[in-house]
């Protein structure tokens, strides 16, 4: 901003350094102007040349006719130094409305005639840019102090979510771990039942095998105890068919006896 404000004013500087239009009458108090100042040439160099500058700006004095020498390197820096010091005898004078700056006497230059309204058209432009430069260091200082605190907010805003972050994370870490170690009470709890269900097929396994063993005991011995019943029950038959003789012989024998005793009597 400040390089802006600086190019403006040369380019209006350099606009406003160009010779004067004047009218004829001007050109003539000009003239008579220059040729009173030539009494006074040795008085103007042996300022310029105790003060060390390039020039100075050299006119009588409106009211009362006085030398007044303002030196200074350009125009613009003659007036400054007499505005610079409004107090001084210089910045008393009254100035005429056309001024001439004169060379130091080893510098290849013709004197010059300076308009004073120009002159202060450049200071006005002068103390303007001043005041532009103020306001812009000061723009550029709030802006600065207003960046500086938008980063410590901005530093203050990721410290605080870098800390919500951790502890958003810390849960986060710690519900996990619960839930790891929930799950891993649960596989260990699925496996403990997978391991009991496992034992519990084992032994209904053994069991089955055990009742498949003892049924076919049972039938093996359901088909001996048939076996055996069924040679009983031949047993018994013939045992029946043979007392059933002897019986029938015993009652032969017992009818023949009773004949027998019969015929006795």
Request: aromatic residues 2%; charged residues 25%.
């Amino acid at each position: 901003m400040r390089q802006l404000v600086l190019g403006t004013v040369a380019v209006l500087l350099a606009g406003c350094a160009g010779p004067s239009v004047i009218g004829k009458e001007q050109a003539q108090a000009v003239k008579a102007r220059d040729q009173a100042l030539v009494w006074h040439a040795d008085a103007i160099q042996a300022a310029i040349r105790q003060s060390g500058t390039t020039g100075a700006l050299a006119f009588l004095d409106a009211a009362d006719a006085r030398l007044v020498i303002l030196p200074g390197d350009t125009p613009d820096d003659a007036w400054t130094r007499r505005t610079a010091s409004p107090a001084s005898e210089a910045g008393r004078a009254s100035v005429p409305p056309v001024v001439s700056f004169v060379y130091r006497a080893d510098v290849p230059a013709a004197p010059e005639t300076v308009s004073t309204k120009v002159l202060e058209q450049h200071e006005a432009l002068r103390t303007s840019v001043a005041t532009l430069e103020v306001e812009a260091r000061d723009v550029e200082r709030r802006a600065d102090d207003r960046l500086r605190q938008i980063q410590r907010e901005l530093a203050e805003s990721v410290a605080a979510a870098k800390q919500d972050s951790d502890r958003a994370l810390a849960a986060a870490i710690a519900d996990t771990q619960r839930a790891l170690r929930a799950a891993a009470d649960d596989l260990a709890e699925a496996r403990a039942f997978m391991l009991q269900t496992a034992q519990l097929a084992w032994l209904d396994h053994e069991l089955t095998v055990e009742n498949a063993g003892g049924i076919r005991k049972m039938e093996a011995a359901s088909q001996s105890l048939a076996a055996t019943s069924g040679r009983l029950a031949a047993s018994m038959q013939q045992l029946s068919e043979h007392l059933a003789r002897q019986l029938k012989e015993l009652a032969d024998r017992i009818e023949a006896l009773r004949a027998k005793m019969s015929e006795v009597k």
